[in-house]
């Protein structure tokens, strides 16, 4: 140690400055105490500061020692510190002048023993569980045949070559390998982007986009498998779209990402049979179902037969139904033939009977021109005994043309409403519509009994006469 003395008079008692006394102190400690592991508690940790750095308190009964951890030594610090968690440190002593403060300068933090590990993973494990981040509902099926399989592990252990193994034996797949460390510093680091760069990997036509994950390593002390306990660990695995099997250490091993993940396998070459069904046992379930199908079906076509002979026994001869049919329509074309005739008669008697009420045409003829005669006597009674009425008309109509027009009009349709009345009960307008007179001489035929075969009639039309003879 070098100090420049300052003489003061007859005090022979040296005297320093404060930044010697700093300096001589720093010197001093880190002198001696160049490399120290310290066990204590974390506290007074609040945040990691802007720079970078980190800054808190180990503890214990007796006494506080401040630390700092600089911001090039956090990546491969081995652990994030937290408030409560009881650590050791491996660092430097050292001294701040300035405050006149020691702390230590520390490299490497890791758990005081299982315990405090224990401890530290089941506090983020309830916290975690709160969050429901290990609920069932989250987890996702395991495709049945992946065609592509990723595997997050370290390629130099063992554990890569039991997984290719088994998966060559069972049922061979493309497999996509992702290097990471397993252990140690930065190892959770290394998982949590593994697992990221899978998941935002979208697949080319050469490299195609893996179907399932296994994260995997083999057996280790629970400080070795601490990575798989850290909280982004976690979180990533819960976060991935890809369904994720966690296959850490031996069977009695369990991390957090157990908790999380789809499916757990007590090891590495278990995930690997879970993740694929072996090649032989699909092919001898196709075929024990292929068997199946076929006496199935055997059975289905056996039943049909039974069952079209039991209905063809049951359904009559064709030939006798045809024949059947055959004599039904003969039996009712003759009846029909004769319900015509029967109908025909029935039809003429009903003429008859209606012809027979029917008056005589010389008869309604007779009185149809009886009662034009008296009509016309009316009229001309009428005419006489107005002459006098018609001749004073006509003076008055001499005098008034007019009043001799209207006359004339209101007579002129007078008359052609009589003549009208006369036409309509006249015979000859009878036969303009349609009809016939059927006389034989003089003498009308009114009834069809009257007449008989080979006999000549006369036909009266409106516009003249015609003969016919009568054949049926």
């Known amino acids: 140690m070098t100090m420049s003395k300052i003489p003061k008079g007859t005090n022979n008692v040296p005297e320093y400055s404060v930044s010697e006394i700093s300096g001589a102190i720093k010197r001093t ?35 506080k020692l401040s630390g700092i951890v600089w911001k090039n030594v956090v990546p491969r610090l081995g652990l994030f510190p937290e408030n409560g968690l009881e650590v ?23 758990y005081a023993g299982e315990g405090a590990m224990l401890a530290q993973i089941e506090r983020l494990k309830q916290r975690l569980t709160e969050e429901g981040l290990f609920e069932a509902a989250h987890k996702r099926p395991l495709p049945r045949l992946p065609s592509v399989i990723g595997v997050i592990t370290s390629s130099q252990g063992a554990v890569l070559h039991d997984i290719k193994t088994t998966l060559q034996r069972r049922f061979p797949r493309f497999l996509l390998v992702w290097d990471v460390p397993v252990q140690g510093a930065g ?16 697949g080319t036509e050469t490299l195609p986009r893996p179907d399932v994950l296994i ?43 157990d908790y999380v993940s789809d499916k757990r396998a007590p090891t590495p070459t278990a995930a690997a049979e879970m993740v694929i069904p072996a090649r032989a046992d699909l ?18 076509v056996q039943q049909a037969r039974l069952r079209f002979s039991t209905i ?15 004599l039904k329509l003969d039996t009712r074309s003759h009846k029909l033939t004769t319900a015509l005739g029967v109908f025909a ?32 006597g009316r009229l001309a009674s009428a005419l006489q005994g107005n002459q006098q009425k018609w001749n004073l008309w006509q003076e008055r109509c001499r005098l008034s043309p007019a009043f001799l027009s209207a ?9 052609a409403g009589i003549a009208g009345r006369l036409e309509a009960v006249s015979p000859h307008a009878v036969l303009a519509r349609g009809y016939a007179l059927v006389s034989i001489g003089e003498k009308p035929i009114t009834t069809a009994s009257l007449l008989h075969k080979g006999q000549e009639v006369t036909l009266t039309f409106a516009d003249g006469t015609r003969t016919a003879s009568i054949e049926e």
């Open 187 to 202: 190892a959770a680091e290394k998982i949590v982007e593994a697992i990221k760069g899978f998941d935002c990997f979208e």
């Open 215 to 257: 994260v995997a390593r083999g057996g280790g002390s629970l400080e070795e498998l601490m990575a798989f306990n850290e909280e982004a660990v976690v979180r990533a695995v819960a976060a991935c779209r890809i369904p994720i099997i966690s296959a850490v250490g031996h069977e009695t091993d369990t991390t957090l990402i």
């Open 88 to 110: 050791v440190a491996t660092g430097q002593i050292s001294s701040y002048g300035e405050r006149s403060n020691y702390y230590l300068q520390i490299e490497r933090m890791e």
């Open 345 to 376: 008669q029935k039809q003429r008697e009903r003429f008859l009977r209606i012809e027979h009420r029917l008056p005589a045409v010389e008869t309604v003829l007779a009185s149809r021109q009886k009662h034009i005669v008296t009509l016309g």
């Open 283 to 300: 092919l001898a379930d196709i075929t024990q179902k292929a068997a199946r199908a076929t006496s199935g079906l055997a059975r289905s």
């Open 312 to 326: 063809s026994a049951r359904l009559p001869d064709v030939s006798s139904l045809l024949q059947t049919e055959r």
């Open 29 to 63: 400690l880190q002198g001696a105490f160049n490399r120290v592991r310290v066990r204590g508690e974390i506290t007074d940790f609040n945040k990691r500061y802007s720079s970078g750095h980190l800054y808190f308190s180990l503890k214990d009964p007796q006494g």
């Open 407 to 415: 006359l004339l009009r209101e007579k002129r349709s007078t008359l």
